[in-house]
Nanobody, 125 residues
Framework: QVQLLESGGGLVQAGGSLTLSCAAS????????IGWFRQASGKEREFVAA????????SYADSVKGRFTGSRDNAKNTAYLRMNSLKPEDTAVYYC??????????????????WGQGTQVTVSS
């Protein structure tokens, strides 16, 4: 079992950048791939990005491709989501999640076994 804790959210102007962190504890970090999801107010949770155990394989939602970058530092048991060129429509609570399939870069909620509590990102226009 793994526990996840997101941090790094906040208020930023459109065009700005933020880096979210997802710190893991409780189990071998390299046993999991990490996904990022977001949920805007009144909307369903949606996939943003995923990184396999090594950080070499990644997947992205079309809406963030070219602007967001997922990565991880296994020595620090931490995954990151670098968000550039932020838009007001990126405003949401962002969640990291762990998949017990270390090679997976899944895009659906059901593929992930453990979730963090979320961090709010607000992009002002």
């Amino acid at each position: 079992q793994v526990q996840l804790l997101e941090s790094g959210g906040g208020l930023v102007q459109a065009g700005g950048s933020l880096t979210l962190s997802c710190a893991a504890s409780g189990s071998a970090f390299t046993s999991y791939s990490i996904g990022w999801f977001r949920q805007a107010s009144g909307k369903e949770r949606e996939f943003v990005a995923a990184v396999d155990w090594s950080g070499d394989k990644r997947s992205y939602a079309d809406s963030v491709k070219g602007r967001f970058t997922g990565s991880r530092d296994n020595a620090k048991n931490t995954a990151y989501l670098r968000m550039n060129s932020l838009k007001p429509e990126d405003t949401a609570v962002y969640y990291c999640a762990a998949d017990r399939s270390p090679l997976g870069i899944g895009t659906t909620i059901s593929e992930y076994d453990y979730w963090g509590q979320g961090t709010q990102v607000t992009v002002s226009s």
